[in-house]
C-alpha cells in the first residue's frame, strides 16, 4: 500500500503539532506505524491522501451516522454559509436545533449548545457542583468525559490507549474531588454512596461505555444508579456524546428507559462540524447564565453552520427504519466478525449495540474494564493492521468503539468480514 504522501505530510506535521496530530488516538501509537491522512471521504469510506480507499468504521469518531458527505448535510451548510458564518447574536437555527433535540430526548426540558463534547460535560458537573453546593463527582474506570480537568482520572479513550496514568497539569485537591468506581458493580456503587453520598454532586456516566471499547451495562444497572442518586440527592448525568442518537433515536436513555437528571451530547448533533450541548431538568437549566448564576458561554455556540450541518443529519435519522436498519447491520458485522474468527482458531467476542460494536480479543464475555483490559492486544494490532492493507479502518486502539453508518450496507459488511478471515488467519501465526 502506497503510504508516501500520507509519510510526508506526517513528517511536517511532527514538527509542528503534538505528535504529528491534533487530538491522540488519531495518532496510531497503541497500534504502531503512521496515520494516514484524509483526502476526503463519501458514504462509508474514506480516501487518503495517495489514494488508497477504506471502509471506515470511525465515522469520525461518532458523528457521521448517514455517512460521510452526505449530500443533503453538505446542500444544507452550503445554503447557511451563503449568509455568513457566524454572528455572535441569535440565529433561528439555535431554536430549532433545542425544540428538536428537546423533542427527541423528552428528559432535556431545556438544553444549551457549546462547541464540543468536553465543553457540554464540564458545564454538566459545573451545574451539577453549583445546584447541589456539594464538589465531589462519581466517574467510572475507562469512561471518557472529554479533557476537562475533573475527569482525567482513570480515564478511557486516548488515556487509557496511551497508558496515560492520571495526567500531570491536574491539581491533587481537584483530582481527589473524583471518585471512580468499577462500571457493572452495583455493590461498589452502594458502598460508596453510603460512605459520601451526601458530599456527591453529581455521577457522571456513559450508559453504554464506548471509550474502553464497547461495555453495556447490565439488566438494572443502570436504574439502580438512577435510584442511588436520587436517594442521596446526587445529580446523574448521562454522557451520551457518543450513544446519543446513535444507539437509538432518543439516546442510550430511551433504549434502556432511564430519566438521567441531565444528558451530555455531541458528535452527530454537529453532523461532523464542532457542536456539543447539555440539557435536562428545566429547575437545573435555569440556574445557567444569564438566567441564573452558574457561568458558561462560547463564542460560537450555535453556530448557524453547525447547527445547519447538526440539523440536515438529525432530520436523516428520523428516516423511518433508521434504526432498524443500522441494528440489523450492525448484528450482521459482529456475528460475521465472530464467525470468521472461529474458523480461524482465533478467540474474539463482540460487544454491541445498534450502530456501536466493540471486538475483544478474548473467549471471554466483556461487562466491565478489568476484563476489557486482559483482552491480547498484541493480537489485536496485528488484526488491526491486516485490516487496514484489505481496506477496512477500524479504531486504532483496543480501547475504542466501532461505528456504522447508515451507507455501511452488504458489500462493505461483507468486504469487511472477508478481510477479517484472511487477517484472522495472519494475526493466529
Ligand atoms: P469531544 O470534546 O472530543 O468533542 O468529546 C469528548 C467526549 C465526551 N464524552 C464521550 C462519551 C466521548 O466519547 C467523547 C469523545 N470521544 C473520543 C472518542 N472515543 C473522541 C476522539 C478523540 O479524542 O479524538
Given at each position: 500500500m502506497n503510504t508516501e504522501k500520507s509519510h510526508e505530510l506526517f513528517s511536517r506535521a511532527k514538527l509542528l503539532l503534538p505528535g504529528g496530530v491534533n487530538s491522540p488516538v488519531r495518532a496510531f501509537k497503541s497500534v504502531g506505524g503512521e496515520p494516514f491522512f484524509a483526502a476526503r471521504a463519501e458514504g462509508a469510506y474514506i480516501i487518503d491522501v495517495d489514494g488508497n480507499r477504506y471502509i471506515d468504521y470511525i465515522g469520525s469518531w461518532g458523528p457521521m451516522i448517514a455517512g460521510h458527505a452526505h449530500p443533503k448535510v453538505l446542500q444544507a451548510v452550503s445554503d447557511v454559509m451563503k449568509n455568513g458564518l457566524s454572528f455572535g447574536v441569535p440565529n433561528a437555527l439555535e431554536v430549532t436545533m433545542a425544540e428538536t433535540i428537546t423533542r427527541l430526548v423528552p428528559s432535556c426540558e431545556m438544553i444549551r449548545m457549546v462547541?464540543?463534547?468536553?465543553?457540554?460535560?464540564?458545564?454538566?458537573?459545573?451545574?451539577?457542583?453549583?445546584?447541589?453546593?456539594?464538589?465531589?463527582?462519581?466517574?467510572?474506570?475507562?469512561?471518557?468525559?472529554?479533557?476537562?480537568?475533573?475527569?482525567?482520572?482513570?480515564?478511557?479513550?486516548?488515556m487509557l490507549t496511551l497508558g496515560i496514568p492520571d495526567p500531570p497539569g491536574v491539581p491533587k485537591e481537584l483530582a481527589d474531588l473524583t471518585l471512580t468506581l468499577p462500571f457493572n458493580d452495583f455493590d461498589a456503587a452502594k458502598k460508596l454512596f453510603e460512605e459520601v453520598g451526601k458530599d456527591i454532586a453529581g455521577l457522571i456516566v456513559e450508559p453504554i461505555v464506548g471509550n474502553a471499547n464497547c461495555i453495556l451495562p447490565k439488566?438494572?444497572?443502570?436504574?439502580?444508579?438512577?435510584?442511588l442518586c436520587t436517594q442521596y440527592g446526587a445529580i446523574l448525568i448521562f454522557d451520551e456524546v457518543m450513544t446519543g442518537f446513535r444507539v437509538a433515536?432518543?439516546?442510550?436513555?430511551?433504549?434502556?428507559?432511564i430519566t438521567p437528571d441531565l444528558s451530555t451530547f455531541g458528535k452527530i448533533i454537529g453532523g461532523g462540524m464542532p457542536v456539543g450541548a447539555y440539557g435536562g431538568r428545566r429547575d437545573l437549566m435555569q440556574q445557567i447564565a444569564p438566567s441564573g448564576p452558574i457561568y458558561q458561554a462560547g463564542t460560537l455556540s450555535g453556530n448557524p453552520v453547525a447547527m445547519a450541518a447538526g440539523l440536515a443529519t438529525l432530520d436523516l435519522i428520523q428516516a423511518p427504519g433508521f434504526y432498524e436498519n443500522l441494528e440489523k447491520r450492525t448484528h450482521q458485522l459482529c456475528d460475521g466478525l465472530e464467525n470468521a474468527a472461529r474458523d480461524a482458531g482465533v478467540a474474539v467476542t463482540t460487544n454491541r449495540s445498534c450502530a456501536m460494536f466493540g471486538l475483544f480479543f478474548t473467549d471471554k464475555h466483556v461487562d466491565n474494564f478489568t476484563d476489557a483490559t486482559q483482552c491480547d492486544i498484541p493480537a489485536f494490532r496485528k488484526f488491526f493492521h491486516g485490516m487496514l492493507k484489505r481496506g477496512v479502518y477500524l479504531a486504532p486502539s483496543a480501547y475504542e468503539a466501532g461505528f456504522l453508518s447508515s451507507m455501511h450496507g452488504d458489500i462493505e459488511i461483507n468486504h469487511t468480514i472477508e478481510a477479517a478471515r484472511e487477517a484472522f488467519l495472519e494475526s493466529a501465526n
Open positions: 462547541n464540543s463534547g468536553t465543553e457540554a460535560t464540564l458545564s454538566a458537573i459545573r451545574l451539577a457542583r453549583g445546584a447541589t453546593g456539594r464538589n465531589k463527582i462519581v466517574k467510572f474506570e475507562g469512561c471518557y468525559h472529554g479533557h476537562g480537568d475533573s475527569f482525567l482520572v482513570k480515564a478511557g479513550s486516548g439488566e438494572g444497572y443502570l436504574q439502580y444508579l438512577r435510584n433515536l432518543g439516546g442510550a436513555q430511551a433504549r434502556y428507559g
